[in-house]
């Protein structure tokens, strides 16, 4: 049952939720700033948007990428082991 739901599979789905939702937003925004825009100006001010949810996008997908799970999933293990900085039950010396 552990290999149905492990950390990359969850970290995985969490990330493209985030992103679909992500890009619905942007998706919705150039579509009302193009579609109902009297004028030039909207139109300039949803392709300058549109360039930067682009870049914003690459820029995170590059980050993310360089990220290692698996150092991450070890430091959410011992926070959750207790042995962590943020154990709630040791008193404070």
């Given at each position: 049952m552990t290999d149905i739901f492990s950390f990359k599979l969850i970290t995985a789905l969490?990330?493209?939720i985030i992103i679909a939702g992500y890009w619905?937003?942007?998706f919705i925004t150039f579509y009302?700033?193009?579609r109902f825009g009297i004028g030039t100006l909207p139109k300039k001010c949803a392709a300058i948007f549109?360039?930067?949810?682009?870049?914003l996008?690459?820029?995170c997908t590059m980050l993310f990428a360089n990220i290692d799970s698996?150092?991450?999933s070890r430091q959410f293990e011992k926070l959750g082991s207790g042995s962590g900085m943020f154990n709630?039950?040791?008193?404070?010396k």
């Open positions: 969490f990330a493209i619905i937003f942007n009302h700033l193009t549109l360039l930067g949810s682009v870049g996008f690459s820029l698996d150092s991450l709630v039950s040791s008193p404070i």
